[in-house]
C-alpha cells in the first residue's frame, strides 16, 4: 500500500500527547516545536522518533531523520452527507413562445439517481455513531468534562462511547467522581485491561456503563513501563478486584492499595517469582509449535 504522498510503508496511528507520554517536551525532527499535552503525534516505526501528525504528511509521509515511510490510519469522518441539492429549474429557450415556456415551467424534473455508496477506505476507522438506547456521546463527554476539568483528562472517541485518559496519579480519584457524580453515575465495571504498546508504556482500560442513566465510557491511563504501578479502583467498584489481579500477572504491573494482590491464573514458584511470567506482554516469547503427531493428531493437521 502507498500513502498519500506515493511511499510506501507499514501503518502508524495517530497518538494523542499525554501527560506522562515519554516524548512530551522533546522536538519535532521536522519543525523543531516541542509537543504540548493533546497534540497529536506520529511515531516512526522504525527509530520511534515523535513527529507531529501534519510534519509527517508535509514530508510526504516519511520520517523526517531517516525517511523510513508510514502511512497514517486516519478516522473516518463523523460527518454526515450532504442533503442533496434540489434540482435546477427547467428552463425553456429565449426563442420558444410562452405556451412552450409554460410546458417547459410545468414539467416535473426527473427524479434524481441515487447516488452510488462510496467505495470502502482502506485504513479507515470505523464510523463514530451514537449508540442505540444510550444517551448521545457529546452530552455524555460534557458531563465527564465537567466532572474532570482539573485531572488533566484527554478525551476521545471509540465508535460509539466516550473515551477519557487521565494520568496515573489521578485515576482513583477520576473514577470515583465517574461513579458519583450526579450526571454521571458509572455504577458498573463492565471490563478492566491492559494494552501493551511497547515503547510506549502500558495501558490500563476501564471499560464503564451506568446502568441507571443508560450511558457508558471508556476510562484509561497509561503507565511507563512495567513494573509501574497504578491506584486500585477495588474501593470504587468491588468487581475490580479480579480485573486487577489478572491483569497485574498479565501485564507485570501493580495496582496500589489491593487488598490481595495475589496471581489469579499463574503460581508463583520457590522464589515467590510469577511462572512463566507476563504473557500478554508482546516481548513474551511464545512456545515452539509442537512437533506433528505429539499429542496423537495426524501429520497433516
Not at 525517511?67 to 454526515?80: F, K, L, M, V, Y
Not at 464510523?127 to 485531572?151: E, F, H, M
Amino acid at each position: 500500500m502507498s500513502t498519500e504522498g506515493g511511499a510506501a510503508g507499514a501503518a502508524i496511528s495517530l497518538r494523542a500527547t499525554l501527560a506522562n507520554s515519554k516524548w512530551l517536551g522533546t522536538a519535532c525532527p521536522k519543525c523543531s516545536e516541542g509537543f504540548a499535552v493533546a497534540d497529536q503525534v506520529v511515531l516512526c516505526p522504525s527509530c520511534f522518533s515523535a513527529h507531529h501528525a501534519a510534519c509527517w504528511r508535509e514530508n510526504g509521509n516519511t520520517c523526517a531523520k531517516d525517511q523510513t515511510p508510514g502511512r497514517i490510519i486516519e478516522p473516518r469522518g463523523r460527518g454526515a452527507s450532504p442533503a442533496s441539492e434540489a434540482p435546477a429549474p427547467v428552463q425553456a429557450p429565449a426563442s420558444a413562445g410562452p405556451v412552450a415556456a409554460l410546458a417547459a415551467v410545468a414539467r416535473p424534473a426527473a427524479p434524481a439517481k441515487p447516488a452510488a455508496p462510496a467505495a470502502p477506505v482502506k485504513g479507515a476507522g470505523p464510523a463514530v455513531r451514537d449508540a442505540k438506547g444510550l444517551r448521545p456521546i457529546d452530552g455524555v463527554r460534557a458531563r465527564i468534562q465537567s466532572a474532570t476539568n482539573d485531572l488533566a483528562p484527554v478525551f476521545g472517541t471509540a465508535i460509539d462511547e466516550v473515551t477519557v485518559t487521565v494520568p496515573p496519579e489521578n485515576l482513583p480519584e477520576a473514577a470515583r467522581r465517574l461513579k458519583e457524580t450526579d450526571g454521571l453515575k458509572f455504577d458498573y465495571l463492565r471490563c478492566l485491561s491492559g494494552v501493551d504498546y511497547q515503547s510506549d508504556g502500558i495501558e490500563v482500560v476501564y471499560h464503564l456503563f451506568s446502568t441507571r442513566l443508560a450511558q457508558k465510557c471508556v476510562l484509561k491511563t497509561r503507565l511507563a513501563a512495567e513494573g509501574d504501578a497504578v491506584g486500585t479502583v477495588t474501593t470504587v467498584w468491588a468487581g475490580a478486584d479480579w480485573h486487577e489481579r489478572e491483569t497485574a500477572e498479565m501485564f507485570n504491573i501493580r495496582f496500589e492499595g489491593h487488598p490481595y494482590p495475589e496471581p489469579l491464573l499463574l503460581e508463583r514458584d520457590d522464589q515467590g517469582t510469577i511462572v512463566p511470567g507476563p504473557v500478554l506482554l508482546k516481548r513474551f516469547k511464545l512456545r515452539p509449535k509442537e512437533p506433528p503427531a505429539q499429542y496423537g493428531f495426524p501429520e497433516q493437521e
